[in-house]
């Protein structure tokens, strides 16, 4: 059994509510429910691998608006005691995610999570600086739990928006066409 997982409902409403060989579950947005929402469930039960899907913003601005496996994450919102952005005080600075699919190498990139919904040119510059490509809310938490629980992870995020001004008015447009771009991904790489 694998478990799919999104921050928010809305990021399934592709998917129907059943899909075969995969349990379910929603957990909220941000670091810190990603975080609890996934420890409970692997807790609860060993999973063969975790599919987590959801919506991100492109900070580079030649990435396409398609679906990408990540291959890796890393944090935008924290400093050391140095000040040095992107490196925490007692978390590794990068976690990497192992479950990027054959072929999909290619389209595998990197990701600034962090606890605020990236809308400014300012703060993609600098979190540009850090290698990531794209950015979102929970990846960094779900690697990171993850590891803790030797479970495999894949995560599959869709462009959603830009992540410059308006970023959230164009994350609300675009959130059902992306679910069905990552619906579509689940279907030919998982046969549901």
């Known amino acids: 059994m694998r478990l799919l997982v999104a921050a928010l409902d809305a990021e399934l409403v592709a998917f129907p509510d059943d899909l075969p060989g995969f349990d379910r579950l929603v957990t909220?947005?941000?670091?810190?429910?990603?975080?609890?929402?996934?420890?409970?469930?692997?807790?609860?039960?060993?999973?063969e691998e975790i599919v987590v899907v959801g919506t991100a913003?492109?900070?580079?601005?030649?990435?396409?608006?398609?679906?990408?496996?990540?291959?890796?994450?890393?944090?935008?919102?924290?400093?050391?005691?140095?000040?040095?952005?992107?490196?925490?005080?007692?978390?590794?600075?990068?976690v990497e995610a192992g479950g990027v699919r054959a072929g999909a190498d290619t389209r595998a990139v990197t990701i600034a999570t962090g606890d605020h919904f990236v809308d400014d040119a300012t703060a993609v510059a600098t979190i540009r600086t850090l290698g990531a490509r794209l950015v979102d809310m929970e990846t960094y938490a779900y690697i990171w739990v993850a590891e803790r629980f030797d479970t495999p992870i894949r995560v599959l995020k869709a462009v959603s928006d830009r992540a410059q001004d308006d970023a959230i008015t164009d994350w609300r447009a675009a959130v059902a066409a992306c679910s069905a771009q990552l619906r579509e991904t689940v279907r030919a790489d998982y046969g549901v």
């Open 28 to 47: 909220g947005p941000g670091k810190l429910q990603a975080a609890y929402a996934l420890t409970r469930a692997l807790d609860a039960a060993a999973y």
């Open 57 to 94: 913003g492109a900070i580079d601005p030649d990435l396409p608006p398609e679906v990408y496996d990540v291959g890796a994450a890393v944090q935008h919102d924290v400093t050391d005691i140095d000040g040095v952005v992107g490196q925490h005080v007692s978390l590794p600075a990068r």
